[in-house]
């Protein structure tokens, strides 16, 4: 038996699972990433916590496993896509990892949309969300020390494997967010790049995500357990790896994802063109996935509950309880609409369209709601976000037709939540025994790589089993309408005073 090393890299954690080649789990372990907000819209990820934490995992896992590392046949990363790292001729860090949420670049972010959205839309299928930090870090002193902007898909494979500075890489599932890329030829676009005075000799070269990029070095064997010479693959993105491992392979499946970020994807054959949608293409074929919604809303429902439940959740977890379990039970008992209370969820920048200015906001609380109404309201402002994604989606393709749409990450374990996006949208919801799919697909990319498998498709079928299926109450969409009607407004309505405050 062939074991296949999967290294996922979160805005949360970072994760290592470890997968035979039919797919099963074999071990897994997971550590926490720190992230630094050193004043409000402002986040940092240290890079080199990429490597040390993939380290200490990958030798966690060897060692609860009993595995011998020698039957290891294949390395396959994903990680979080909102940022970008400049590193130097060395492949050391030059910068910090500025995921999604940082807002330094907003007024660049601003400047190119304002200027050239709809070039770079047209190009890339979506604004950008870290190829104007490329344009930030030009105004640095840092940029003469920086060689390459990567990945940190790519900066773990080059240290596991001591890969040179010219052979940087990236993936195309990568490229809908840089702003510079072509991404139906899956290249960088020259038109861009000459708009944007950025030298393509900064940029990684692009590379398919099954491609093998280097095999393991000698001199990481202490660190990890591994011996030298195992090949690593170019992996993808964390958002589209999930997509793979849910199964979202073929035109109209559809996947939410509920970790820190909320997002609806449909898969597609071509791209749509829409300012408040998002293509990125698929890892393992031509195809696309089509972002509807986009919301940090499981971040929101962190900061909130703990912030505002701080006490409850020390008294519920030490009697071996779970917050987010109590707190969905009296979600439930708490009418659709929130009793007219609604949230944006935005507390720190909006992605699709960009407007990093963004600020939450609560609206519509009375002296009568208790602190469990802010609560579900923020569940119901995700789905609320959905049904607007898929009703723009259906005015631009008329006959496009969801089925059903498979639930992943950790929001899938709240009925409630899946019950209140079920009756928005009236489309039934699925969901799997395994909810965190990011390394399921990821593990499938990585031994289709050194082929172990023959066909993505079939193994992640082999694998897959449905857990549950959560169907909509015919016509409770309607108690929600109006409040949906409110959401729509409130994105756009206090732009002006956002941008003041923020």
């Known amino acids: ?79 979080l896509m909102g940022g970008i790292i400049g590193v130097d001729r060395n492949f050391d860090p030059v910068t ?60 773990v494979a080059a240290r596991l494997s001591g890969l040179s500075i010219k052979d940087a890489f990236i993936d195309p599932s990568f490229l809908s967010f840089s702003a510079l890329s072509d991404l139906e030829k899956s290249e960088w676009s020259t038109e861009l790049l000459r708009k944007f005075k950025i030298d393509i000799s900064k940029l990684p070269k692009i ?8 095999y393991t070095a000698k001199k990481i064997s202490y660190n990890t357990g591994l011996p030298p010479g195992i090949p690593i693959c170019a992996g993808c993105g964390d958002v589209v790896a999930g997509y793979v491992g849910a199964g979202v392979l073929n035109t109209g499946e559809a996947a939410d994802i509920s970790g820190t970020a909320n997002i609806l994807a449909v898969n597609l054959e071509d791209l749509v063109i829409h300012k408040d949608f998002a293509n990125m293409k698929s890892p393992i074929n031509n195809s696309y996935y089509l972002l509807v919604s986009h919301v940090i809303g499981g971040r929101t429902l962190k900061w909130f509950t703990d912030e505002f439940y701080t006490d409850l959740r020390e008294i ?21 609409g929130s009793h007219g209370l609604i949230s944006i969820n935005d507390l720190q920048g909006r992605f699709f369209p960009p407007n ?43 006959n496009f037709k969801i089925g059903e749409i498979n639930a992943i990450g950790s929001g899938a374990n709240s009925k409630i939540w899946l019950q209140i996006k079920a009756d928005v949208l009236q489309l039934p919801f699925k969901t799997l025994y395994r909810s965190d799919l990011s390394t399921l697909g990821t593990a499938a990319i990585g031994a289709y790589s050194v082929g172990l498998i023959k066909d993505i498709n079939s193994f992640i079928d082999s694998v897959l089993k449905t857990k549950l299926i ?33």
């Not at 009697?319 to 659709?336: H, Q, V």
């Open 1 to 79: 038996m062939n074991f296949i090393i999967t290294l996922d890299l979160g805005t949360t954690f970072a994760k290592c699972v470890i997968y035979d080649e039919s797919g099963k789990v074999i071990v897994e372990t997971k550590k926490e990433m720190k992230t630094y907000y050193p004043k409000p819209g402002l986040t940092e990820i240290p890079v080199e916590q990429f490597y040390s934490l993939s380290c200490a995992n990958i030798k966690e896992c060897l060692s609860k496993s009993k595995l011998d590392p020698k039957k290891i046949a294949v390395i396959s990363i994903d990680s």
């Open 96 to 155: 910090y990892y500025d995921n999604c949420l940082d807002t330094r670049a907003s007024d660049i972010q601003n400047f190119i949309t304002n200027n050239y959205g709809e070039p770079i839309i047209e190009k890339n299928g979506s604004c950008s969300v870290w190829g104007h930090k490329i344009l930030y870090w030009k105004k640095k002193n840092e940029w003469k020390d920086i060689k390459k902007f990567v990945q940190p898909v790519a900066f």
């Open 207 to 214: 590379i398919k995500s099954t491609d093998i990029v280097g």
């Open 316 to 336: 519920i977890e030490k009697d071996g309880g779970n917050i987010y379990d109590y707190l969905n039970k009296e979600a439930e008992k708490i009418r659709p």
């Open 356 to 398: 990093m200015n963004m600020r939450g906001l609560f609206i519509g609380h009375t002296w009568s709601h208790k602190k469990i109404c802010f609560y579900r309201s923020i569940l119901e402002a995700i789905a609320y976000d959905f049904y607007l994604g898929i009703f723009t989606l259906q005015k631009l393709v008329p």
């Open 470 to 502: 959560v169907n909509p109450k015919k016509g409770e969409d309607k108690k929600y309408l109006k409040y949906i009607e409110a959401y729509k407004e409130l994105l756009y309505l206090l732009k002006d005073v956002y941008d003041k405050i923020s």
